[in-house]
């Protein structure tokens, strides 16, 4: 060796700084796979995945291979640079071929290539793999060998260098990749997804109708009370109840109004027979849960109850696939008519305003894991039965009570401020 040409000692030095470039960017490319979309290729039958697969089921001997033949041909690389910096300038060359083969590694074998594999995983790991996997069979004596001292080590420090990492992901984690989709991903696609993944957090008492506002029939009204209120529902199904909603005895369809209603009139006894049966939901009911529950019971309506058995309110099979898909008539609109914009930029609302309409209408993100209404809330808030014109701070929104009825905020002005306010205001 130490007669060779020197055209041939720089030519064995490239080979080897470029076979430095290759494990290098084998590494980093095969660490940076994306483990899902590498499972989607290999259910696809792509080769250069199912090759990239085999390989990263054992990681441990992965990095093992490529570190080996990545300090053999550096320490090869460092000894041919040596011989020819000290044909070229003597015992200098020494610290000459450390600094300069140190910059040349760095630059070409190190910092390029695996950021180009860090850009690109795929377009470098797949290629890589052609060469891997037979160098593996070639070298697994060694590999083997390597490994066997390093798994003993790990394994007296606590760790498991077979077991494999936790390639679960959580509600949280796929809700970040979901929005960080882009263009993958249609926007309206990923709205239904998020909301899907929402479903968790919501509960059926944050979507229902609440009590004052269900419309149904009292069975103890009169026939033509009963009647009217049958004719002007514009609703599918309504729920019947004896002298107050809390005894509700069950769900009129109105497909059953034909045999209901004859020629006399109102037939209370086929009005007692098309009933079905009360559906009863407690309010803490999660909504996919709920969406769940619907689905086998083929009941498409529920009355929600506390844990007392009153009655708070309906909820609809409807109202969950809102929640998921948008709205489908006009419960947003409905919620913007308790919502008055003033010229200062301030809003004049409803206290019995929905806290989750409110957020959805104005893009507010106002506490939903409390008090359901803008009244309750700023109760909560006040912890005391204010008088008119108290004002208070709830996050980043300012808020002045305007028109009290008895312990009931019904108006409340609501303005926004870029800074929360601190603590001690």
């Given at each position: 060796?130490?007669?060779?040409?020197?055209?041939?000692?720089?030519?064995i030095?490239?080979?080897l700084?470029?076979?430095?470039?290759?494990?290098?960017?084998?590494?980093?490319?095969?660490?940076s796979?994306?483990?899902?979309?590498?499972?989607?290729?290999?259910?696809?039958?792509?080769?250069?995945?199912?090759r990239?697969?085999?390989?990263?089921?054992?990681?441990?001997?992965?990095?093992?291979?490529?570190?080996?033949?990545?300090?053999?041909?550096?320490?090869?690389?460092?000894?041919?640079?040596?011989?020819?910096?000290?044909?070229?300038?003597?015992?200098?060359?020494?610290?000459?071929?450390?600094?300069?083969?140190?910059?040349?590694?760095?630059?070409?074998?190190?910092?390029?290539?695996?950021?180009?594999?860090?850009?690109?995983?795929?377009?470098?790991?797949?290629?890589?793999?052609?060469?891997?996997?037979?160098?593996?069979?070639?070298?697994?004596?060694?590999v083997?060998?390597?490994?066997?001292?390093?798994?003993?080590?790990?394994?007296?420090?606590?760790?498991?260098?077979?077991?494999?990492?936790?390639?679960?992901?959580?509600?949280?984690?796929?809700?970040?990749?979901?929005?960080?989709?882009?263009?993958?991903?249609?926007?309206?696609?990923?709205?239904?997804?998020?909301?899907?993944?929402?479903?968790?957090?919501?509960?059926?008492?944050?979507?229902?109708?609440?009590?004052?506002?269900?419309?149904?029939?009292?069975?103890?009204d009169?026939d033509?009370?009963?009647?009217?209120?049958?004719?002007?529902?514009?609703?599918?199904?309504?729920?019947?109840?004896?002298?107050?909603?809390?005894?509700?005895?069950?769900?009129?369809?109105?497909?059953?109004?034909?045999?209901?209603?004859?020629?006399?009139?109102?037939?209370?006894?086929?009005?007692?027979?098309?009933?079905?049966?009360?559906?009863?939901?407690?309010?803490?009911?999660?909504?996919h849960?709920?969406?769940?529950?619907?689905q086998?019971?083929?009941?498409?309506?529920?009355?929600?109850?506390?844990?007392?058995?009153?009655?708070?309110?309906?909820?609809?099979?409807?109202?969950?696939?809102?929640?998921?898909?948008?709205?489908?008539?006009?419960?947003?609109?409905?919620?913007?008519?308790?919502?008055?914009?003033?010229?200062?930029?301030?809003?004049?609302?409803?206290?019995?305003?929905?806290?989750?309409?409110?957020?959805?209408?104005?893009?507010?993100?106002?506490?939903?894991?409390?008090?359901?209404?803008?009244?309750?809330?700023?109760?909560?808030?006040?912890?005391?039965?204010?008088?008119?014109?108290?004002?208070?701070?709830i996050?980043?929104?300012?808020?002045e009570?305007?028109?009290?009825?008895?312990?009931?905020?019904?108006?409340?002005?609501?303005?926004?401020?870029?800074?929360?306010?601190?603590?001690?205001?």
């Open positions: 060796m130490n007669e060779a040409p020197l055209g041939l000692l720089f030519s030095l490239a080979a700084i470029v076979l430095s470039g290759f494990f290098s960017s084998s590494e980093t490319s095969m660490m796979l994306n483990r899902y979309r590498l499972k989607h290729l290999q259910k696809n039958k792509h080769r250069g995945a199912i990239a697969g085999k390989l990263l089921d054992r990681p441990d001997r992965l990095i093992g291979l490529i570190l080996i033949g990545n300090n053999l041909v550096n320490i090869f690389a460092s000894a041919i640079a040596t011989l020819i910096a000290i044909r070229l300038w003597g015992d200098a060359g020494i610290f000459i071929a450390t600094v300069a083969l140190t910059l040349v590694i760095l630059i070409f074998a190190e910092i390029t290539p695996k950021t180009i594999a860090a850009l690109h995983p795929e377009r470098v790991a797949f290629p890589a793999s052609l060469v891997l996997a037979p160098l593996m069979k070639l070298m697994y004596p060694i083997a060998l390597v490994n066997g001292v390093t798994n003993g080590l790990l394994r007296v420090l606590g760790f498991d260098p077979t077991g494999s990492s936790d390639e679960h992901v959580s509600s949280d984690e796929l809700r970040t990749i979901v929005t960080h989709a882009g263009q993958l991903i249609p926007p309206r696609h990923r709205g239904m997804l998020l909301n899907i993944l929402d479903l968790e957090q919501v509960t059926v008492d944050d979507i229902m109708v609440p009590r004052n506002e269900v419309y149904g029939v009292d069975i103890d009169s033509e009370d009963i009647l009217r209120s049958i004719q002007t529902s514009s609703h599918t199904r309504l729920p019947v109840w004896r002298e107050d909603i809390n005894n509700i005895t069950g769900v009129l369809h109105m497909r059953s109004i034909s045999r209901v209603i004859d020629s006399q009139g109102l037939d209370r006894d086929a009005l007692e027979r098309e009933m079905e049966k009360p559906y009863f939901i407690p309010e803490s009911t999660p909504l849960t709920q969406l769940r529950n619907f086998q019971k083929k009941k498409p309506l529920g009355v929600v109850v506390d844990e007392y058995g009153d009655v708070l309110g309906l909820v609809a099979l409807e109202d969950i696939l809102e929640e998921i898909v948008g709205e489908f008539t006009s419960s947003l609109a409905d919620a913007e008519e308790d919502i008055y914009p003033q010229r200062d930029g301030s809003f004049i609302i409803d206290g019995t305003a929905n806290v989750r309409e409110l957020n959805k209408a104005l893009k507010w993100d106002l506490p939903t894991d409390g008090p359901k209404t803008l009244s309750g809330l700023i109760l909560e808030y006040l912890e005391s039965f204010p008088d008119a014109n108290t004002g208070l701070a996050g980043k929104y300012r808020v009570i305007l028109e009290l009825q008895g312990n009931v905020v019904q108006a409340a002005r609501v303005q926004v401020v870029d800074e929360e306010p601190s603590s001690d205001e």
